[in-house]
């Protein structure tokens, strides 16, 4: 039955794995440069260009709003430097320095419920091999404490789905993957704690 139980955790890790490379989650929250620089080019053009008044001249309200414009802070050489550096990095990275040092719950979610379900898996391993009842109960707490990491995620994730959330976006998942990956979780939890009953060390 152990050996059972473990071919089904692979499987169960295999669709998990799966769901992840064919979702979202890479490409969720990554601005995209190119789609945000035309937005912005109208904006500081109608910005620059003020309504005349009837009459006026155009160059007569230019010349008029450079007095009214504050001084500009003229930018050190440490600053000049940065920005030349920072020209060409990759949207990824700036957008990994924008954001907060300290990770969200979605983002401890996203690393600890595969990271909890491979651990287990290792620790059910050598529950199949040496039959100490331990280890398979290490192993059954570790799956169970997976399941609820995987369900917090989802429910964290259906709350960020919800519109009028200002926060980072949700990711796509399929939906007969997640269904898939959840079914084979139940029945390892269910047959994981079978397991650890019946057999002896």
Not at 85 to 98: G, H, I, M, V
Request: hydrophobic share 55%; net charge positive; charged share 15%.
């Amino acid at each position: 039955m152990a050996i059972v139980v473990l071919v089904l955790w692979l499987f169960t890790a295999g669709a998990g794995f799966y769901l992840l490379v064919t979702s979202s989650l890479g490409r969720a929250g990554t601005p995209d440069p190119e789609a945000a620089a035309p937005a912005a080019q109208p904006t500081a053009a109608s910005a620059a260009q003020p309504a005349a008044a009837p009459g006026v001249s155009a160059a007569q309200p230019a010349a008029a709003a450079r007095p009214q414009a504050p001084p500009q802070r003229e930018a050190s050489r440490r600053e000049a430097r940065r920005a030349a550096r920072e020209r060409w990095d990759p949207p990824s990275l700036t957008a990994a320095r924008k954001a907060p040092v300290l990770p969200g719950a979605r983002s401890v979610l996203e690393f600890a419920h595969p990271a909890c379900g491979l651990v287990g898996l290792a620790f059910w391993l050598g529950f199949t091999l040496i039959h100490a009842r331990g280890l398979g109960w290490i192993a059954f707490g570790l799956i169970a404490l997976t399941a609820c990491l995987g369900l917090a995620w989802f429910t964290a994730n259906v709350r960020a789905a919800r519109p009028g959330d200002g926060g980072r976006p949700a990711p796509y998942f399929s939906g007969r993957l997640m269904v898939l990956h959840g079914c084979a979780a139940a029945v390892t939890i269910t047959l994981a704690a079978l397991a650890a009953l019946v057999i002896r060390g």
